[in-house]
């Protein structure tokens, strides 16, 4: 079985993560880009399984690749409904159009943003796709929780080096984490809460920290 996971920002970034760091094959198509399509549908669409992830339900990239996807099936000779799974809020937009046409809806937490959704559906749907034991994510995140609950300091710490040390610009990478992926996701989480008002951080993802020189002068 080929999954392939449609989604742009939070719908993706956290699932590439726990997918490179459990070493399993998923397909994230995050893009538009008619050569990275193209290889999307390269593989043998009869074992290929789509999951379409939108927390408004109107991502227009998304969108467009689930019309591309289910026109390929149709193609095909396969049934749409059978390859797609929708991940979405409830109510929204995809929600209720993919009910009414048949489609397989997970709904996620409408009370959690989308980039902090990583252990809702749009985290969860995916992992157990590939293979991955969702319960060992869950009773992870839980002990971790615990552990910044009783140990606040390392977030506290975090926290006031990214608000008050770091200027606009900071550089980091995740070299050494065993967590492949977890700068670009890293990057979205800062940028996207932090950029605010006209004001936040920008983070520059590095290959690996021998690079850090290259930004070391107003950019760190």
Avoid at 20 to 33: A, E, H, M, P, V
Avoid at 67 to 94: C, K, M, N, R, Y
Avoid at 96 to 107: L, W
Avoid at 127 to 150: M, Q
Wanted: glycine fraction near 10%.
């Amino acid at each position: 079985l080929r999954v392939i996971l449609c989604g742009m920002g939070g719908s993706s970034l956290g699932p590439e993560v726990i997918a490179q760091t459990y070493k399993r094959d998923l397909f994230i198509l995050d893009s538009t880009d008619p050569n990275y399509i193209t290889h999307a549908l390269a593989g043998d669409l009869a074992t290929t399984l789509v999951v379409v992830s939108s927390k408004s339900g109107a991502t227009i990239e998304t969108a467009s690749q689930h019309a591309l996807f289910v026109s390929a099936f149709l193609d095909a000779g396969l049934i749409p409904q059978e390859h797609i799974v929708i991940v979405t809020d409830p109510g929204s937009p995809l929600d209720q159009r993919s009910r009414e046409d048949g489609y397989t809806v997970v709904n996620a937490d409408p009370n959690v943003g989308g980039r902090f959704s990583v252990l809702s559906a749009f985290g969860l749907v995916p992992a157990a796709l590939i293979g991955v034991d969702v319960s060992v994510l869950l009773d992870n995140a839980s002990e971790t929780k615990s552990a910044f609950l009783s140990n606040p300091s390392i977030v506290v710490d975090m926290a006031y080096a990214l608000a008050y040390i770091c200027g606009q610009y900071m550089s980091y990478s995740d070299v050494g984490s065993g967590m492949p992926g977890l700068s670009d996701w890293v990057e979205q989480l800062v940028a996207e809460s932090t950029g605010k008002n006209q004001v936040g951080r920008l983070p520059i993802v590095l290959e690996s920290p021998d690079h850090d020189a290259l930004f070391s002068i107003g950019y760190s």
